[in-house]
């Protein structure tokens, strides 16, 4: 097992008042190398706080997170690095996480500089070309431009590119096609899909549709009021749903 959440629950008080929000409650998720675990729900589901947690960018009040068997909360400062370099996550908005004032080689030197302080800048140059290649960007026409350069699809696969440079076990895309039209979520689906088969990695998808999600992934977990209402092996959960709130999200979906 490379990734495991187990009993999370995550609370909020409200300010100024008594009252404690639950947005996840007594959750769990597995996730084997090589596997791709597809989370899907409306907004305010969970989602999100789920994936923020497993991917150590939040707290949970309760519960606790597991990578390769080992309690981060426990881990040392060295081992914390290593996990933090091996859970790297794509978002919705690539522009957002993306420096406006930096180059793309900048954007993508700088997790190398931080995590390979002793690589030499003509094996980084290397290795960002090779990775914009793999994703399908050129870098003659790409490294010397800022994100404002780019289309929504293009930041997107520079941002895939940016979390495979360090060569992840687990890649968390949090509605990472949510902003694109469906030929370019159509592009960046496959392309995901197939980066999986040629590294290996781990995956973590989240969406608010099925269909998308049935594409990608090994097993579905559906989630509704942060609580896991349905899990399994992913064509066995779209043919045979048990719970009504995953039948209606089939029902929407596939219409």
Same mark, same amino acid.
């Given at each position: 097992m490379i990734l495991e959440a187990r009993n999370i629950t995550k609370e909020y008080r409200v300010k100024g008042r008594k009252e404690v929000f639950s947005a996840l409650s007594d959750v769990s998720l597995s996730l084997e190398m090589g596997e791709v675990l597809g989370i899907v729900g409306e907004s305010g589901s969970g989602k999100t706080t789920l994936s923020e947690i497993a991917g150590g960018m939040r707290t949970p009040t309760k519960g606790s997170i597991l990578f390769e068997g080992k309690d981060i909360s426990e881990m040392k400062k060295d081992e914390r690095?290593?996990?933090?370099?091996?859970?790297?996550?794509?978002?919705?908005?690539?522009?957002?996480s993306m420096n406006p004032y930096f180059t793309v080689r900048g954007i993508l030197s700088e997790p190398l500089v931080i995590n390979y302080p002793d690589m030499d800048k003509k094996e980084r140059e290397e290795r960002i070309r090779d990775m914009l290649l793999r994703v399908g960007m050129d870098p003659?026409? %790409?490294?010397s431009?800022?994100?404002?350069?780019?289309?929504?699809?293009? #930041?997107? &696969?520079?941002?895939?590119? +940016?979390?495979?440079?360090?060569?992840?076990?687990?890649?968390?895309?949090d509605e990472?096609?949510?902003?694109?039209?469906?030929?370019?979520?159509?592009?960046?689906?496959?392309?995901?899909?197939?980066?999986k088969k040629? %590294?290996?990695?781990?995956?973590?998808?989240?969406?608010?549709?099925?269909? #998308?999600? &049935?594409?990608?992934?090994? +097993?579905?977990?559906?989630?509704?009021?942060?609580?896991?209402?349905?899990?399994?092996?992913?064509?066995?959960?779209?043919s045979s749903p048990h719970n009504d709130y995953t039948k209606t999200l089939i029902e929407t979906s596939f219409l």
């Open positions: 690095r290593d996990y933090r370099k091996n859970v790297q996550f794509i978002f919705q908005s690539p522009k957002e003659e026409t %790409t490294l431009f800022r994100p404002s350069h780019f289309s929504g699809g293009q #930041l997107q &696969r520079i941002a895939i590119a +940016r979390a495979l440079l360090l060569s992840p076990k687990v890649l968390i895309c990472c096609t949510s902003a694109l039209d469906v030929s370019l979520e159509a592009q960046i689906v496959n392309l995901l899909s197939s980066l040629e %590294t290996g990695v781990a995956m973590i998808f989240i969406s608010h549709d099925i269909s #998308l999600v &049935r594409y990608i992934s090994d +097993r579905i977990m559906v989630m509704k009021d942060g609580k896991v209402v349905e899990e399994g092996d992913t064509e066995i959960v779209i």
